[in-house]
Each structure stands twice: as structure tokens, then as C-alpha cells.
């Protein structure tokens, strides 16, 4: 698809990049250096919604999925307060293509096989990007990521989408201690898989509960797995995995 389904809303006022720091998961100073991937967490740090902030002068674009937008507006709303703020819903238009970012567009951050983003009317390209994203276990809103998610189970370290640096944001204490004092015993990961079946089928490791299957392609896929019953066989209805890829 050349042009993804996103909204972009538009941050601005003399208080949005220091309004931005104290809520989501990585430091807006990056902006100087391109896009900036980030999530917004609940208290308990669990996944709210992700976007990339776009550098738009002394405003800051919020690229985000869709049908998260209105949400994410009210969301970031609440946490207005006093801060000399303005979020607001704009017309343009995101598009993606591989290869060296064209003028005014932006390499993706996530990964360099996702190739640029662009928000000026860029020519986009018609792309299996469905393929790049289980060939980097790189997880979409709505699909892998989902509200029972923690950010770093969904690999946003990995993928430059936190920053444990920063300082304060929601969700942080909850982020930091899974960084450094646990190790991760669930997460996404990549699977060969042969056969096909829904996405969100579950895995299984023999009759034993091991995960979920999500988007799948060219005899790959991302799955939830818990790691220590991803042994062996593994089944998500009729088809096969194997783990590690």
C-alpha cells in the first residue's frame, strides 16, 4: 500500500514538546535526528497506543494508526491541564516507500527494511509491508499490539521506541523495573510457520497453552510466546511452527 491508514494530529504551543516528554516512552529531544517512535502506557504500563512524532517546525506531528487517533487525542487532552498546549486533527497524508527517503521524508526507526515515511505528499510505493514487518518482528496496533501488552515483551527496545534515559513518563516505573530487574520469560518473537490459520489462533506445545499467532507471511510469522513452553513441537490450529525461526 502506498499511503497507510493514519491519522496525524498536530502538538503545538509554547509547552508541547516538554508536555510530550512527561508522557510517552522516548525523548522528543531526538526529534533533531528525524522521527521519533514512541507508545503512550497506562499507569500500570501497559499499551495505550504507538505513533512516531514528526519534527513540523515548533509543532510536532503525531503519526498514528487510525482508528487510535480520536483516542489518543482525548487521551493526551486529559493530561492537558495548564499546559499552554493545542492538539488538533490535520488532513495529511502519510506515505511509505523503500530506498533512500525522498526529500522531506523520513527514515522509519523501527527498522532500515521498513524504509521512510513521508508528510508532504511524497510519491509512496505499493509494498508488502505485512512481509517486512514479520521478517523484522516489527508489531502493528491493533494486531500484536494490544491493550494486555508491556512495551518491552513487544520488543519497543529493540525497535528504538523507548528511551530508559529520559526520565519520567506514564507507565515508567512499571517499564524500568521489567528492564532491569527482570528477565523477559514471555515476548514477541518471529516463528517459521507452515500452513496458515486466523490471526490470534493460539500455540500450542503439545496440549499445553504456549502463546498466540499473529500476522503471518511467506512462511513466517510473529507470535506471543512463552518462552519456556516454546519447545518442540508447536501447533496453532493447522499449522506448524518452529521456534526460534
Known sequence: MARSERKVLRVSGADAADFLQ????????????????????????KYLADFFLVPDGEAILLDADAEQADSLMQRLSLYKLRSKVDITQTDTVVTRGLGTPPEGAFA??????????????????????????????????????????????????RLNGVDFKKGCYVGQEVTARMKHKTELRKGLAKVRVQGQTPIGTEVLAGEKPAGTLYTQSTGAGIAYLRFDRATGALTAGDAVLQFPA
Request: glycine share 14%.
Open 22 to 45: 512527561g508522557l510517552i516512552t522516548n525523548d522528543v529531544s531526538r526529534l533533531k535526528d528525524g522521527l521519533v517512535y514512541a507508545a503512550l502506557l497506562t499507569p500500570q504500563g
Open 108 to 157: 522509519d526507526p523501527r527498522d532500515p527494511s521498513l524504509g521512510w515515511r513521508g508528510y508532504a505528499g511524497q510519491p509512496g510505493e505499493d509494498v508488502d509491508w505485512d512481509a517486512l514487518r514479520v521478517a523484522g518482528c516489527v508489531p502493528a496496533s491493533g494486531i500484536e499490539l494490544t491493550p494486555d501488552t508491556f512495551i518491552l515483551e513487544a520488543g519497543f527496545e
